[in-house]
């Protein structure tokens, strides 16, 4: 009977055991988790991004070229760009109907975003960290690097070159301004999906680039004690 006993206390362990583990994983993600929702709220509050008609950010979501048109206009202030003023694009795929029409013609006259042939946009079409990346730094201004600098910037991040080659001088650009979130290997992951929550992070370390600094003190007028002959 003591045996049974212990037999049955055994299985008992090992089944908490196998559910322990699980417990601290979660647990471990929590950390960079509330670095996440850092990001959100600041990104939120600048009014940069929102959160999704249920009341939610839903950071795990990929985001779509239309969102991302939106999001770039907003933070770049590219509707006061003077090529705003051109005649619309024709785009295909975009009607006037389209919530993120006055955007995608914008990012359109702007350069920041490009169409494809046929004049259409794919509005709904999932962007990867590359695209997404090299996107927002040709609106912050793409750093004019020659390639050893690029290749410098690049060479601790293990996984760099599976950068597209036209997104590197982009993307070093804004690793080079500290504005990308790596893994725990330094790996950019630039062929992933682009998520909310990854753009969040990224605009939220370009608004603390934007806050001001402490304000310059004034300095004191010295008397001029000068006597004139």
Known sequence: MRNISKYF?????VVLLQSFPINVQAQSTETPSQTSSDSIQQVIAAK??????????HPERLL?????????????????????????VLIA???????????IQIVLKTDIMKGYRGNLFFP?????????????????????????????????????TSIPTWARRAIATVVSEGFVKTDSQGNLSPLQPMTRGDMAYVLSKYLQRQQKLPDTPEVPT????????
């Open 124 to 160: 709904n079409q999932r962007v990867n960290r590359a695209e997404a990346l090299a996107i927002f730094a040709q609106a912050y201004g793409v750093f004019q690097f020659d390639d050893d600098s690029v290749n410098e910037i690049l060479a601790s991040h293990p996984d760099a």
């Open 9 to 13: 206390s055994t299985i008992s362990l």
């Open 93 to 103: 795929d975009v009607p006037a109907s389209n919530r993120a029409f006055n955007d």
């Open 48 to 57: 940069w991004m929102t959160n999704s008609p249920d009341g939610n950010f």
């Open 64 to 88: 779509n070229r239309a969102e991302l048109a939106s999001i770039m206009v907003k933070v770049f202030r590219l509707d006061k760009r003077p090529s705003v003023n051109q005649e619309n």
């Open 222 to 229: 010295v008397p001029d004690n000068t006597v004139s002959p």
